[in-house]
């Protein structure tokens, strides 16, 4: 069975952090370009950042020098590290795999990625 699991979601204030978590099951993460996505409410889903099988990432510019994307081989896990946090991050956020092994120009089109997790919650108030 093929499934993607996110968590660490909550809530905090504007300014704090928080660790997004994704385990995959089923497959490997390592030879995928894998994406996070958010959508808050009444918006469609956006692209955050992709991670392709040469760990080059890349981030929207809404949140560049303010999230991280990681991945841990051994767990088959991967993480987005959210700093700095403001109300407009207020979404769920969803991990999504391709069958590319690398990450597509067109890297936020949702339509690139045939698996996705559940979501978790980022909520941020001021």
């Known amino acids: 069975q093929v499934q993607l699991v996110e968590s660490g979601g909550g809530s905090v204030h504007s300014g704090g952090s928080l660790r997004l978590s994704c385990v995959a099951v089923g497959f490997t993460v390592s030879v995928y370009c894998m994406g996070w996505f958010r959508q808050a409410l009444g918006q469609e889903r956006e692209g955050v950042a992709v991670?392709?099988?040469?760990?080059?990432?890349r981030y929207a510019d809404s949140v560049k020098g303010r999230f991280a994307f990681s991945r841990d081989i051994n767990k088959n896990t991967l993480y987005l590290q959210l700093n700095s946090l403001k109300p407009e991050d207020t979404a769920m956020y969803y991990c999504?795999?391709?069958?590319?092994?690398?990450?597509?120009?067109?890297?936020?089109?949702?339509?690139?990625?045939?698996?996705w997790g559940q979501g978790t919650q980022v909520t941020v108030s001021s």
């Open positions: 991670i392709d099988v040469t760990r080059i990432i």
């Open positions: 999504a795999a391709t069958s590319y092994r690398y990450c597509p120009a067109s890297w936020w089109n949702n339509n690139n990625y045939n698996r």
